[in-house]
C-alpha cells in the first residue's frame, strides 16, 4: 500500500494541549502507541554506554512510524509532511509525550531520556510554551526533569539570541541540555562558551574519521580535552566498529552510541549483556594499548638513549655538533639545539643530513639562535625533572609546520643549567 502523506496534513488547532494528545496514547504489546492520521507511532530506544562505568546511562527516544499494512515508514518522511508550524508543534510533542511514557513503562530507573527537539518548535519554544508541555508531561508521570537530556542542532539554529533564549527556558524546567551532531555543519567553539552544554554529542563522521585519517585521530583527544575544559561531557555517536570504539576510549570520550553496542529498539538491553561487550571491550583495548605502548617504547628509546648521551658529552665540554653524533645519525632526527637555563637558544639548530625537506615557504623561521622556548613543555619538563629525558607529544613544529616529538634533558655545566633538545619526524 503506497501511503499519502497528504493525509497527514490535517488540522491541528486545539489538538496539541497535554490531555488530548494524551488521549491519542494506547497501550499495546508492552507500549504506548499514538494514531496520527493514517500512522501509528511509538517510540525504539537507543542504548547510551558509559565506557568508565561499563554501562548503559541513558537512551535515547527515537520515533517509529508505521503504515496501516504495518510497514515502517521513515521518521524523516513523518517529520518533513508537516507543513506549518503548528504541525511541526504537534508532531513534536506527540514525539516527546509518547517517548517519556515508555521510557517509563521500562521501569527504568537512574539513567537519562534523550529527546529530540524539532529545531523549528525549539526557536519558538518560549513563544509557544513548548517547555511548559514537557514540564506537563514529567509531572503527570512523575519524572524527574533531571533525567531528561534535551537535545538541540545548533546547524539548526540561526538567531543566537533567540538560541540563547531557548536553552535558558530549558534549564529553568531543570532539564539537561545535550549539543548534538558537534562538529557537522558549521559547529564551533564559540556555541559551546555561550550555553555551556552539559553533553556534547560528535557527530557520527568523527567516528568515520577517525578510523581512517591519521590527523583526525591525532586531533580527537584534543578536542574532547577542550570541550571537557568548557565543562562538557562527551558522547560519541554513530561507532559502528570496534577500532571505532577503542579509538573513542583512547581519546577519552565519556559516553558512546551506536550500531556496534545496540540498535534502536523496542525493548531494553539488560545490564548483564550491556556489561559483557563492555567488559570484553575493555580486555582489547588494554590488550592494544598495552601492544601500542611497547612499539612505542621500541621506536623512541634510540633517541632517549642518543640524547641522554649526548648531554653527558656536552656537561664535560664537548661542542654539541660532536656530542650529538649519534642521535643525528637516527632515522627520523631532524634537528637538536640547546637552551640555557631561562629557555633562550644557544647558538643555531645542529640538523641532521636526512631531515626532511623543508621548503622555502618557511624560511623566515630557519634562524632560531636566540629564540625563546620557555613556554615549550620540552623545556619546563626538562627543567623540572633534572637528568631525566623528557618526551613529549606530537606537535606541530614551528620550524617547518609538520609533526614531530621532542626529546629533551637538563643538565648542569660549569654551574650553569641547560636543556639539550632534539626533534624527530613524526609519521
Keep these: ?58 537512551h535515547e527516544g527515537l520515533l517509529r512510524a508505521f503504515d496501516p499494512d504495518g510497514e515502517a515508514v521513515s521518521p524523516l518522511t513523518v ?31 537512574n539513567d537519562w531520556l534523550f529527546l529530540n527537539m524539532h529545531p523549528l518548535v525549539f526557536n519558538q519554544a518560549k513563544q509557544s510554551d513548548s ?37 535558558a527556558y530549558l534549564r529553568q524546567l531543570g532539564v539537561l541540555i545535550a549539543l548534538d551532531d558537534f562538529g557537522a555543519g558549521h559547529s564551533n567553539f564559540d556555541r559551546i562558551w555561550q550555553i555551556r552544554p552539559d553533553i556534547v554529542k560528535l557527530d557520527r563522521s568523527f567516528a568515520v574519521q577517525v578510523d581512517t ?9 584534543r578536542i574532547v580535552s577542550l570541550l571537557h ?25 565519556d559516553f558512546v552510541q551506536g550500531y556496534y553496542f545496540a540498535k534502536p529498539a523496542a525493548h531494553v538491553m539488560s545490564d548483564t549483556l550491556a556489561l559483557t561487550r563492555l567488559k570484553a571491550l575493555w580486555k582489547n583495548f ?22 641522554g648521551y649526548a648531554s653527558t658529552m656536552l656537561a664535560v665540554g664537548h661542542r654539541i655538533e660532536h656530542a650529538c653524533q649519534q642521535f643525528l645519525e637516527l632515522e627520523h632526527t631532524e634537528r637538536c639545539f640547546l637552551l640555557d637555563g631561562n629557555g633562550l637558544q644557544v647558538g643555531p639548530n645542529v640538523v641532521a643530513h636526512n631531515t626532511r625537506n623543508e621548503t622555502s615557504r618557511f624560511n623566515p623561521l630557519n634562524t632560531a639562535e636566540g ?19 623528557q618526551v613529549t607529544r606530537p606537535y606541530l613544529s614551528i620550524a617547518n609546520a609538520s609533526l614531530c616529538v621532542t626529546v629533551s634533558v637538563c643538565y648542569t655545566s660549569r654551574r650553569e643549567q641547560f636543556v639539550l633538545c632534539g626533534d624527530l619526524a613524526w609519521i
Excluded at 562538557?232 to 583512547?250: K, N, R, Y
Excluded at 623545556?379 to 637528568?387: I, K, L, N, Q, S
Aim: proline share 3%; hydrophobic share 40%.
Design 229 to 253: 575544559e568548557a565543562g562538557s561531557l562527551v558522547l560519541i555517536e554513530g561507532v559502528e566498529t570496534e577500532e571505532q570504539a577503542l579509538l573513542a576510549m583512547d581519546a577519552d570520550i
Design 131 to 167: 517547555i511548559g508541555f514537557l514540564g506537563q508531561v514529567l509531572a503527570n508521570v512523575n519524572y524527574p526533569a533531571s533525567r531528561v537530556v534535551v537535545e538541540l542542532l545548533e546547524q539548526a539554529v540561526a538567531n543566537n539570541g533567540q538560541f540563547a533564549d531557548g536553552v
Design 371 to 389: 629564540a625563546i622556548w620557555s613556554r615549550r613543555h620540552y623545556f619546563r619538563r626538562a627543567v623540572e625533572h633534572p637528568g631525566k629525558v
Design 213 to 221: 585519517n591519521i590527523r583526525a585521530r591525532r586531533l580527537l583527544p
Design 79 to 109: 517529520i518533513n509532511s508537516t507543513a506549518s508550524f503548528d504541525e511541526a508543534r504537534r508532531l513534536d510533542r506527540l514525539a516527546r509525550l509518547l517517548h517519556v511514557c515508555n521510557h517509563h513503562l521500562h521501569g527504568i530507573e
Design 1 to 58: 500500500m503506497k501511503l499519502n502523506l497528504t493525509s497527514l496534513q490535517t488540522p491541528v488547532s486545539g489538538a496539541d494541549n497535554f490531555a488530548e494528545l494524551k488521549a491519542l496514547l494506547t497501550l499495546d504489546r508492552d507500549a504506548y502507541w499514538a494514531q496520527y492520521g493514517p500512522l501509528k507511532l511509538t517510540t525504539y530506544l537507543q542504548p547510551i554506554f558509559s565506557f568508565s562505568h561499563r554501562r548503559i546511562i541513558g
Design 286 to 307: 588494554d590488550n592494544s594499548r598495552g601492544s601500542d605502548y611497547s612499539n612505542y617504547r621500541k621506536t623512541i628509546s634510540p633517541y632517549i638513549n642518543a640524547i
